[in-house]
């Protein structure tokens, strides 16, 4: 085994958060090299990994790895557990070919944020959406080369030593460089055994000559270590354990579980196993294990009627994830599985997450109830469990699918399945055909006088999406539902309709509110999209917010959604916080900070927003005119309408792009008088509720286009004013450049200051001189990137620079490099 997976492997994890996957074939050394270099890599090491028989216990490998329970119900929410234990150290995750789809759906997350090393055999066999995503997710990926011819022979040596130059040649041509394959043969080359065939498995013979002449006992011990693909106890393993230490197959583990030196020699010694002796010894195994484990081994001995009754056991005992997937375990089973059974296990699923799982499980019961309702008597259960496939194949985000699975649900249908089914027929009308939904959802309402919360929820979501009076206080009413998943979808409704109306701040209070409730109940991923969303509405609205909603200025914003966007993240809520941070950035002048945070942002048409709106600023108005395919709803919308304005007028372009409909009323305004050619200035106004920064906006716009100069110059010193006390330093800048058209020169300093830094700012805008980056800046001072960033905005607002670049030679070509005394008023220490 070559040098160089090691040495980038340790380049990579020693840059930073990384991952990094290691493959090879079985025998190549791959665990050996996981230690190798977890030992050179700084930090302390957590290691995990899967196991073969207990590859769908959910979250196992990273269990492992941080000794906790994990919540593999959430993904986010499990990415942020392990990373919270894991901080500066190494995650270390073998065998991944064995782990659970939790865990490699949550690798992606940590790889922003942990360094994390993993090793997959070759072939893997991993399904193809989670393999692409670790593919992309990772930092390096690296196959484990062949033993180069010396390597091979120094291992021989090692391992036979007695052997002469053509038998060890004989076995070094024989192996193909895999160490596994080298040490078994050496030996065996070294008892004396017949030279093997060129057609046959090299390490598969090796191991199996090597296994024969083992004790049967020990045979047996190693077959069931295979067939566990977990560590396991002397006493489960029975007398052959000590000649399998003796014989250094297994080691033992610090609780004293024994663990084979290579999981593929175990699973070797199993495969070697006759049918009969493999299923006898799966049902033996049966026996000594908890019940999770024990219905798998049934399964594998052949007793599906034994692993369905007893996956059902542990069932009734686990919950969350677990439980989910020992119902569906239970149901793939070729046995006579009960019904009910299968609508326990689709709720369990829905529950988690698992959606398509959810709706694949009721296929068959829910076949039952045939393509046309009341055309024979159908089992009650088969009605249920259409109407819960449907609302499965809804949230898997198949609405026509979900319409057609409801179709056979009659309305002589119990009343509860009638509801279920008639929500999804209205939810699916309002995603394919929402003009349609108008006129069903007032038959779904006389239907349902007493409508229970799912329908409850649907018609305020048709309201909402129609603004028909009062949609508001219906969307808040569904958010209050005992169902949680109820209450948080509702919530989020309400939050995305009112900021697409330029309710900023009742959005913000509304997302709060949802956060708080959505952490009460340990949902990470709905609180989290929450917290993310009032950061962008705050951001994005700017100051002067109600009291109740804590405001702590623009500098409190950036500091929470910049946290946020380091945690791990469903798309949605890094997309907002992404956003919310890289529109403040862009604001107040850290236009390559925007530029870089917006390069890794999730799809979205507020992230695509502010990467139009940070090339603007930045003199990119080529950039800023290219128009995404998603540029949202609402007030997103307008502001996506508005940016390709401005680039338009930059660019000497006749601006002639239709005005998106349904805008809020101060977006419409805008553009309307972008189109006319005038009222920009009263435009301006209606902004004032809504967001500063595009009332700043229209009011430059106001003064670059009016031929009156007397207003041109009146509309451009307010901009500048209230930029300049927002501290929107770019926008500023904007405004003093209108200004100088009409030969009104400004002073380069903000009028907020009087122009002295204190100790610390001189400090860090002396390494930005210097061509520092924020996080060197950060390490060699002994403070935080964000605490950095502040005093660059503040060294920016009281310098009246537009960029950092430009504050830092302002300062140090009109200010002393140590002015006394100092100006101690903030942080001068």
């Not at 001995?301 to 005992?317: F, I, M, V």
Request: charged share 20%.
């Amino acid at each position: 085994m070559t040098d160089e997976p090691e040495v980038a492997a340790r380049t990579a994890l020693r840059q930073g958060p990384a991952l990094v996957v290691l493959t090879g074939p079985p025998g190549c050394g791959r665990t050996t090299l996981l230690r190798r270099i977890a030992a050179a890599v700084p930090g302390p090491a957590h290691l995990g990994g899967g196991l073969a028989m207990l590859s769908q216990v959910p979250a196992l490998a990273l269990s492992r790895a941080v000794r906790a329970r994990l919540p593999a119900d959430d993904v986010p929410l499990l990415a942020e557990a392990v990373r919270s234990r894991i901080r500066g150290g190494l995650l270390i995750l073998d065998d991944l070919q064995h782990a659970d789809p939790a865990t490699l759906a949550a690798l992606p997350h940590l790889a922003r944020s942990c360094r994390v090393l993993v090793a997959v055999r070759t072939p893997h066999r991993l399904p193809e959406p989670l393999a692409g995503a670790l593919r992309d997710a990772a930092t390096a990926w690296l196959a484990i080369p062949p033993l180069t011819s010396e390597q091979a022979h120094a291992l021989v040596r090692k391992s036979a030593g007695g052997l002469d130059e053509q038998s060890t040649a004989a076995v070094v041509a024989r192996a193909g460089g895999n160490p596994l394959a080298i040490t078994a043969l050496a030996r065996q080359a070294a008892a004396g055994r017949a030279p093997i065939g060129e057609d046959i498995d090299q390490v598969a013979y090796a191991i199996a000559a090597a296994l024969a002449d083992l004790p049967r006992p020990a045979r047996t011990a190693l077959a069931a270590l295979g067939l566990l693909g977990r560590p396991a106890a002397p006493a489960l393993l029975g007398t052959g354990a000590a000649d399998l230490l003796a014989a250094g197959l297994v080691t033992a583990e610090a609780g004293g579980s024994l663990l084979p030196v290579s999981a593929y020699v175990a699973e070797t010694a199993a495969g070697l196993l006759d049918t009969a002796a493999r299923a006898d010894l799966h049902a033996r195994l049966a026996e000594l294990t908890p019940p999770a484990e024990a219905a798998r081994h049934l399964a594998a001995a052949g007793d599906p009627a034994g692993a369905y009754r007893t996956a059902l056991a542990a069932a009734d005992r686990a919950t969350g994830a677990e439980r989910a997937a020992l119902l569906l375990f239970a149901c793939g089973l070729p046995a006579d599985v009960d019904p009910r059974v299968r609508l326990a296990a689709a709720d369990a699923a829905l529950a988690t997450g698992r959606a398509t799982d959810a709706a694949d499980v009721l296929r068959p019961l829910a076949a039952l109830a045939g393509p046309v309702p009341g055309a024979v008597p159908v089992d009650p259960l088969a009605l249920e469990a259409a109407a819960l496939r449907g609302e499965a194949l809804l949230q898997a985000g198949e609405p026509s699918t979900a319409r057609d699975a409801v179709r056979a649900v009659p309305d002589t249908a119990a009343a509860r399945i009638v509801a279920a089914r008639d929500r999804v027929q209205l939810l699916c009308a309002l995603a394919t055909e929402p003009m349609s939904a108008l006129e069903l959802a007032d038959k779904i309402a006389v239907r349902h006088p007493q409508p229970p919360p799912g329908i409850v929820a649907a018609l305020a979501a048709v309201r909402a999406t129609h603004r028909l009076p009062g949609w508001d206080t219906a969307l808040r009413e569904a958010a209050g539902s005992a169902d949680p998943l109820i209450s948080h979808w509702s919530a989020w409704l309400l939050v995305e309709h009112l900021a697409a109306e330029g309710r900023l701040t009742d959005a913000a209070a509304a997302a709060l509110t949802a956060a708080t409730a959505a952490a009460a109940t340990l949902a990470y991923g709905w609180q989290t999209r929450f917290l993310a969303a009032a950061d962008w509405t705050l951001a994005l609205h700017g100051p002067d917010v109600p009291t109740e909603l804590s405001w702590d200025g623009i500098e409190g914003v950036l500091r929470r959604a910049a946290n946020l966007t380091d945690r791990a993240l469903p798309e949605q809520a890094r997309a907002y916080a992404t956003a919310a941070t890289a529109l403040i950035e862009a604001d107040t002048g850290l236009l390559a900070a925007a530029r870089a945070r917006l390069q890794n942002a999730p799809a979205h048409p507020a992230a695509a927003w502010v990467a139009r709106e940070a090339a603007w600023l930045d003199g990119q108005p080529d950039r800023a005119a290219r128009t995404p395919a998603d540029a949202g709803t609402g007030l997103l919308a307008g502001l996506h309408a508005i940016t390709a304005r401005w680039a338009a007028y930059d660019l000497g372009q006749p601006g002639t792009a239709a005005i998106p409909v349904d805008l809020p009323i101060a977006a419409r305004r805008t553009l309307t008088a972008w189109a006319v050619g005038s009222g920009l200035d009263t435009a301006a106004d209606s902004w004032q509720p809504v967001a500063l920064r595009e009332q700043i906006r229209c009011l430059i716009a106001a003064g670059l286009t009016s031929t009156d100069r007397d207003q041109a110059v009146a509309a451009l010193l307010r901009a500048e004013h209230l930029a300049d006390t927002a501290g929107l330093t770019v926008l500023a800048g904007r405004a003093r450049r209108g200004l100088r058209r009409h030969q009104i020169q400004r002073d380069s300093r903000s009028p907020r200051s009087d122009g002295r830094l204190t100790r610390r700012e001189l400090d860090v805008l002396g390494l930005v001189a210097a061509g520092e980056p924020t996080r060197r800046i950060a390490g060699q001072l002994g403070i935080s990137a964000e605490t950095v960033d502040t005093h660059i905005r503040a060294s920016m607002r009281k310098l009246g620079a537009r960029t950092r670049t430009e504050a830092a030679a302002l300062a140090f070509t009109t200010t002393p490099a140590r002015p006394e005394p100092f100006d101690i008023s903030e942080d001068g220490r």
